[in-house]
Each structure stands twice: as structure tokens, then as C-alpha cells.
């Protein structure tokens, strides 16, 4: 197995070949005549001084040149995805998607992902020090998750049923924002305080933020994407994979047993 990563770990996993790719260049110093499959999951983050959205699709396509056009590819894409949304991390998710799928690829776009790492590793963490949960619009956006290893077995079989397009892959029915901390905080024995936040009251903070020079923990665009989130059909998706997404409570249980 290949990974392409910004840096090299200093803790490597066994049977790993690490090699440096630079998405926003797409410079790499090795090609991959004789890969089977590649499975995309970087991206180049909304930043004020890059061009997120141009880099995405350049760096996407600098990575599909370093492999032969019979290489299945696979995107790990969101299901915020959409080439009219005002904010840039769904326009540039819907682009790549559009890539992968003219390359006769696919992609699947996953709920938020539960498990020992990433974005709910972060939320879990800091649960476990604090309990104030800034939250907008009383917390009612509906939120679908998905448990990190059933979406590794959803990956699988994209991959071993030859499937394409672009499929959705989470729990079939959201949970509210704020029920969802809630739940989360019982599993960790934390008492939540929620401090409710208008929307506009943060974009204000925002900009006054980026005026002084200090780097808050959300932006314009993160913003953008909590007040456009929804709730997405994905029934028909998960029969097509094969793989039957688990509720939000089931996916929490899991993730904290796996990340105790």
C-alpha cells in the first residue's frame, strides 16, 4: 500500500510506502505505473490568501497523471457537495466529484465521520476539557453520520462491485445539531452548556477576527456550510453499496469504544 501525504508520520503503519504529494503543486517525486486503485482523500482548505477551489482541481488532476488511466479511482467526497453553493468547500467537492467521475471513477460522499480521528476526535476531545458548545439557530441543523469502519466497508465494495457515480452514504435519518452533542456529552459524562450564537453575531466575529489577524477556530465558509446544511436522501445509495449505515447513537457507542 501507497500513501501520499503532506509530511512523513513519525509513527508508520506496517506494509506502508509513504510518499510526499503536494496537492496545491502537484508536484510528487514518483509515479504509479502499476496501481489497481487509488482512494482520494485530501483536499486544500479554504484559506483567504489560496485559491482553495482552483488548487483542489489542479492538484486533482496532477494526481490522476501520476497514474495509468485503468486505475480505479475513488473520491471521498461530502455530503455537502454542490457546484451552486456559496460556500467553497462544497463548490470544490462537487468539482472533484465531476473529475472523478468523467475519469470513469467514483465517489462517495459520507456524513460526518465518527471514529478515533479527524473532525469528531476534535469535538470529543474538547468535550472532555470543556462544556461551553457554541451552537447557531438553536441547534436544529439536521446532522447524518456514519461509523468510520462501515464506510471503509462501503469503500470496499465500490471498489470490488466495479461501481460508479456519485453515492451518499450515511444514516438515513438526521438528528438535530444540538440533540446530537447532547447525546454525545451523556456518552462522556459531561454536563453541556450551550451558548446560542446568531448567525450574523459570528459573522461579525469573523470578520473582525481576520481584521486583527487572529485565526478562529471557524470561518466564513464553515459558516456558510452550517446554515445551508440539510438533509439527504441516502436509502437507495447504501442498498446500491450494499452496506446498511447505523443511527447516530449506535455510530457514538461505537466511535467512543474504539477511541476509549
Known amino acids: 500500500m501507497i500513501a501520499l501525504v503532506r509530511t512523513i508520520p513519525e509513527q508508520k503503519l506496517p506494509g506502508v510506502h509513504y510518499v510526499l504529494f503536494d496537492l496545491t503543486s502537484g508536484k510528487c517525486s514518483e509515479s504509479f505505473i502499476n496501481a489497481e486503485c487509488l482512494i482520494h482523500t485530501a483536499y486544500v482548505a479554504v484559506n483567504k490568501s489560496i485559491s482553495s477551489l482552483s488548487d483542489n482541481i489542479s492538484g486533482t488532476k496532477a494526481l490522476f497523471s501520476l497514474f495509468p488511466e485503468t486505475t480505479r479511482k475513488i473520491f471521498i467526497s461530502s455530503v455537502s457537495a454542490d457546484p ?125 477576527a481576520n481584521a486583527v489577524g487572529i485565526t478562529l477556530p471557524i470561518n466564513h465558509d464553515n459558516l456558510q456550510g452550517l446554515k445551508l446544511m440539510k438533509r439527504h436522501l441516502s436509502k437507495e445509495d447504501t442498498e446500491a453499496i450494499g452496506v446498511t449505515p447505523r443511527t447516530y447513537t449506535e455510530n457514538l457507542e461505537l466511535a467512543m469504544k474504539h477511541g476509549s
Open 84 to 208: 451552486h453553493s456559496p460556500a467553497v468547500y462544497a463548490q470544490q467537492k462537487a468539482a472533484i466529484e465531476k473529475l472523478f467521475v468523467e475519469s470513469n471513477g467514483c465517489a462517495i460522499r459520507p456524513g460526518l465521520i465518527l471514529g478515533n480521528g479527524g473532525l469528531f476526535a476534535n469535538m470529543r476531545d474538547y468535550l472532555r476539557k470543556k462544556n461551553s458548545i457554541p451552537i447557531f439557530s438553536g441547534g436544529k441543523q439536521p446532522l447524518q453520520t456514519v461509523f468510520v469502519h462501515d464506510l471503509v466497508l462501503a469503500i470496499d465494495k465500490l471498489i470490488v462491485n466495479d461501481l460508479k457515480g456519485v453515492f451518499t452514504f450515511c444514516e438515513h435519518e438526521p438528528v438535530h445539531y444540538k440533540d446530537f452533542y447532547i447525546e454525545l456529552c451523556k456518552q462522556l459524562n459531561v454536563k453541556p452548556r450551550f451558548i446560542s450564537i446568531p448567525f450574523w453575531v459570528a459573522g461579525c466575529m469573523v470578520s473582525c
